[in-house]
Structures are given as structure tokens and as C-alpha cells.
């Protein structure tokens, strides 16, 4: 399978608590993005990486959130001191721009996302 | 404040109807706009891409249109198959940012 993988599928926590979220793009997409999507609701954007550049964090990505992608391939989202609040699905989607910094019309292929429930 | 809305919230149809789904944006400025189709407990997928200059795009057995001046698009579906059963999402990027702007979506309903 050659697809966007995350890892893991379901998380459940309890209040207080840190996880961390892996996902693995498309071999050779340059663009990582991180999303959250809530019961109802579409995505909506927290991050995204350029390589293993982080070039742009939503508000949405309070300080107990974290993203790395420190070699450009797999990317991490950790976060700390879980709320019931952050009970989500997290989604993953790489994309391979030809243009560094262009418009944007690269195609975004999600991951099948980690569903995090916090208790 | 950049928004994304679509109608309706929720749509039956029977199988081997066409359907239209509507989405209205108000996002500034615009560089793009996408359909995706998320089944339950899925990623989205990508439908249709189109830029402001474009007016129509089709994939199979879906049609979207974009009318850049009124900031509408719809996504036109024909011969429905029961697969088509899902969550259809209207998504605009803003220029030059590369993040994607999401709509609620439509859920449709396809039945035999």
C-alpha cells in the first residue's frame, strides 16, 4: 500500500495525559499537513510542513501541541496534557508540489486519520 | 471570516438519480476549489480541483462548476450507484497558503 498511513487507528486516553501521533506520507511528497476533524464537522487545518520546514500553524494549534517532521518523511503530533476537548479525528494528508511556496493546487491525499478519544 | 457553506445538510436519493449539491464560500483571496467524498471513518478523497479561471470539471460520474463572481459551486451527480452513499465536501484554499478550507458537507444517502 502506498497510501498516507497514520498510526495509530484509535487512541483513548485519559485527561491529563500526553500522546503522540505518527503518520507517514506518500513516498516523495515534499507536503505534510495536519488536520482535525470533529463529529459533524469538515477538517479543519493545524499545521503544515514544506520538507522538513514547518511553515504555517493554525490558532487552532494551542502550545500543548507539537508537530515535527524531522527528516521531511514521517511527521509527528504529539500532545500534552490531553482535554476532553481534544477529542477528535486527526487527519494526515501529503501532497507533492512542483512549485516551492506556489498557489497551492497540488492534490491533498489523506490518511484514514487516528481517532482520539479522551476521557 | 473565511467560510464555507453548503446545502443541503443531508440528502436521500434513490439509486440510479442525479443529485445536486450546492456550496457557497466567502473565502478571501481564492486560489482554488475542491470536492472531496469522505466515507464514514475515512480520509477524504479528491474529486475535482478547479482554479478561478475554470468553470467546469468532471471525474466519472461527477461534474463540478464554479462561478468565481458569485463565489458558488456544485457538484452534480449522475446515476447514482449505492456507493456513492457518503460525506461530500466542499474545500477552498485561499492564494498561496496551501491550507484548505473546509465546508461541513453534505451527507447523502443513496438507497436501493
Known amino acids: 500500500d502506498t497510501g498516507v498511513s497514520q498510526d495509530p487507528r484509535h487512541k483513548i486516553t485519559k485527561r491529563g495525559q500526553n500522546v503522540t501521533f505518527r503518520c507517514d506520507p506518500i513516498?516523495?511528497?515534499?507536503?505534510l499537513y495536519w488536520y482535525r476533524q470533529t463529529l459533524g464537522q469538515g477538517p479543519e487545518f493545524l499545521t503544515y510542513?514544506?520538507?522538513?520546514?514547518?511553515?504555517?500553524k493554525s490558532r487552532l494549534l494551542s502550545d500543548r501541541f507539537s508537530a515535527e517532521r524531522p527528516k521531511g518523511s514521517f511527521s509527528t503530533l504529539e500532545i500534552q496534557r490531553t482535554e476532553q476537548g481534544d477529542s477528535a479525528m486527526y487527519l494526515c494528508?501529503?501532497?507533492?508540489?512542483?512549485?516551492?511556496?506556489?498557489?497551492?493546487?497540488?492534490?491533498?491525499?489523506f490518511g484514514p486519520g487516528t481517532r482520539l478519544t479522551v476521557l | 471570516k473565511n467560510q464555507v457553506e453548503q446545502s443541503p445538510q443531508s440528502l436521500i436519493i434513490l439509486e440510479g438519480k442525479n443529485c445536486t449539491l450546492q456550496?457557497?464560500?466567502?473565502?478571501?483571496?481564492?486560489?482554488?476549489l475542491r470536492w472531496y467524498k469522505q466515507d464514514t471513518g475515512r480520509g477524504p478523497v479528491s474529486l475535482t480541483i478547479?482554479?478561478?479561471?475554470?468553470n467546469t470539471k468532471s471525474n466519472g460520474r461527477y461534474t463540478a462548476t464554479l462561478d468565481a463572481d458569485t463565489k458558488q459551486s456544485s457538484l452534480h451527480i449522475t446515476a447514482s450507484q449505492l456507493s456513492d452513499s457518503a460525506s461530500y465536501i466542499c474545500?477552498?484554499?485561499?492564494?498561496?497558503?496551501?491550507?484548505?478550507?473546509f465546508g461541513t458537507g453534505t451527507l447523502l444517502a443513496v438507497q436501493p
Open positions: 494528508a501529503s501532497s507533492l508540489a512542483l512549485i516551492a511556496g506556489g498557489p497551492g493546487t497540488d492534490t491533498q491525499y
Open positions: 513516498s516523495e511528497h515534499n507536503r
Open positions: 510542513f514544506q520538507n522538513e520546514a514547518q511553515l504555517e
Open positions: 456550496c457557497n464560500y466567502t473565502v478571501s483571496p481564492f486560489s482554488n
Open positions: 478547479m482554479t478561478f479561471s475554470e
Open positions: 474545500v477552498v484554499s485561499p492564494d498561496a497558503t496551501n491550507k484548505l478550507i
